[in-house]
């Protein structure tokens, strides 16, 4: 029976000494959580909690019935059912993201860097409504909004212009309450919002040990609705954790912990999913790389320590880059991740579209990256093994010198080998008399023709009017 590949950068050992490790550091020593409605929550619910330094300690007992309450698995919904997926999937499939806070794009239209907009944004989701591999759709930055409400103008641009799940991340403390009012607007009713949570919630913690307002009041409203948490750290290794992999992964993981720890404090069962983000200093520039080895392997490591040591679904930012460019060293970047997390565990893989930076994204490095999504799902597969896919009696029944293109054995199967449209490979000839575009040229023009269909998310009228109206109530309330 074919199983995805697995790679394990940790031994049983690793993961019993990181877990006993992590599970003293909150006890004793605790994570900071600067949101006082949170710390009485918290401390009704059994942690040690001092009031005055706002350290929250968390016992072992706690912690280790927190793991016990969370689900082994969690269904992402969206808009509409039709793209509605469980993690982890039972046939070992990882789904995907697009990237988050993007405030600038690489146009091929200006062909250079300009700043996104609602019109941009708007055109990406329907581009993501589109592209097949790509399963959610994270929130970005319209740089023609005002900086006290961007989010809940993005929010409203998700929303109203793809049925996908979505992923979002606030940006400040005051726009919280606005966000879910936005969902709520958009589901019709609390209830209809717990049954069907449109999003995945994305509070981060700010390395190390912190835990923000708006990140805790983001976690607050998720309880409150059942919205599944993809909770998120964000260490850079050598700068905001140590500067070694094994320390990083140490402190991803008490951080990772701390968050489920909390959001089953707040309601026991509540969805979650542990997000592995890390980044890696370069001593020469102060960059926080994205795609270094060091990045990745801590990744896999934290991947690899959620899924087996703690048996939570594991998100993890795996098409990054550092290239500036849709070019090798974008290609090369965006397999080599993508094929070492999803092996290690991750159940979705976070960052489509994503180019150097943590600000930067292109529309045709998405189409790239949908296919190449496609070519690291079957990469890792695995192979099934039996008597069908043997296929025994064919070669007896070929012989030698024979050949299969007639038999019905592979008239049966010669469909499942994937031909993404940006990789079919042609003859030589062939490539030089079509004006030998390289693979950038080729998605530019795929771009351009799915550009041609796009078009908002068919939504009444009434639900349109009144998600509109909480955005102006916002600019009215929180713009100075």
Known sequence: MAGTLRVNPLSGDDIAAIREKALRILAEHGVKVDYEKA???????????????????????????????APKSVTVKGGDAKHDFTVPDPTGKFY????????????????????????????????????????????????????????????????????????LLAYCYESVPYLFELMLARAGSAEALRERPLLL?????????VYKDMDMAQLLGAAEYNVPVAANSLPVLGAT????????????????????????????????????????????????????????????????????????????????????????????????????LSMSGADILYG???????????????????????VVQRTVSGVEVDDETLAEQEIIDAGPGGHYLR???????????????????????????????DLQTRAIELYRELRKDLAPVELPDDVKRDMDNVVKAADKALIN
Not at 44 to 66: K, L, N, Q, Y
Request: charged share 20%; net charge negative.
């Open 96 to 167: 995907s993201t697009t990237c988050v806070q993007t405030m600038r794009y690489l146009d091929p239209d200006a062909g250079d860097y300009v700043e996104n907009t609602h019109q941009r944004f708007a055109e990406w989701c329907q581009l993501v409504e589109k592209l097949p591999n790509i399963h959610v759709c994270a929130i970005q930055t319209p740089m023609d909004a005002p900086p006290e409400t961007a989010d809940v103008h993005a929010l409203n641009v998700q929303l109203q212009n793809t049925s996908k799940p979505l992923m």
């Open 39 to 69: 710390l009485q929550r918290f401390a009704a619910a059994g942690a040690d909690v001092d009031m005055e330094t706002r350290i929250v300690r968390f016992p072992r007992d706690v912690v280790e019935a927190a793991i016990a309450a």
């Open 201 to 209: 919630s994305n509070p981060t913690s700010l390395s190390p040990l």
């Open 241 to 340: 954790s140590p500067g070694t992999i094994a320390g990083t992964v140490l402190l991803e993981v008490v951080e990772l912990l701390a968050f489920l720890t909390m959001s089953q404090m707040l309601k026991p069962g509540l969805p979650f999913i542990a997000t592995v983000f890390n980044t890696t200093m370069d001593l020469g520039t102060g960059n926080a790389l994205l795609a270094s080895s060091e990045t990745i392997l801590t990744r896999a490591a934290c991947c690899q320590f959620f899924k087996d040591g703690i048996g939570v679904p594991v998100e993890t930012f795996s098409m990054m880059a550092d290239s500036y460019v849709p070019d090798g060293q974008a290609a090369a970047e965006k397999v080599l991740q993508p094929t070492i």
């Open 407 to 437: 038999r019905k054995h592979t008239l049966r199967h010669c469909r499942e080998m994937i031909r993404p449209d940006l990789f079919v490979p042609d003859v030589l000839d062939n490539w030089v008399n079509a004006g030998r575009k």
């Open 352 to 374: 489509a579209g994503r180019l150097g930076g943590s600000t930067l994204a292109s529309p045709v490095q998405l189409v790239i990256d949908d296919r190449l999504l496609a």
